[in-house]
């Protein structure tokens, strides 16, 4: 077991792929089930309320923590696939 300098424990050594995907200009993460998503990547994610499948690009990926997440664990939803 790890324990933080605050005197905390550390609950997740686990590391995610996030990946910052753009539709339409603006910028989204999402978690991605694989690490082998590259910048340029073209990929369909859900959107909106009804979790529609929409095209974005890949900006960036990044790996973390559930602590150190680019958005918090329980908002962020996982990439549907890479579209060809």
């Not at 424990?9 to 910028?27: A, C, H, L, S």
């Not at 998503?37 to 690009?57: M, N, Q, T, W, Y």
């Not at 939803?77 to 890479?82: K, M, S, T």
Request: proline content about 7%; aromatic content about 10%.
């Amino acid at each position: 077991m790890i324990h933080s300098l605050s005197g905390g424990v550390i609950r997740d050594n686990f590391k995610y792929t996030f990946v910052k995907v753009e539709i339409d200009g603006t910028p989204y993460w999402y978690l991605s089930p694989t690490s082998a998503i590259e910048a340029g990547a073209r990929v369909s994610v859900p959107f909106g309320k009804g979790d529609l499948p929409r095209e974005g690009v890949v900006l960036k990926t990044e790996q973390a923590d559930a602590q150190c997440a680019p958005v918090p664990m329980n908002r962020i939803r996982g990439i549907y696939g890479l579209v060809r």
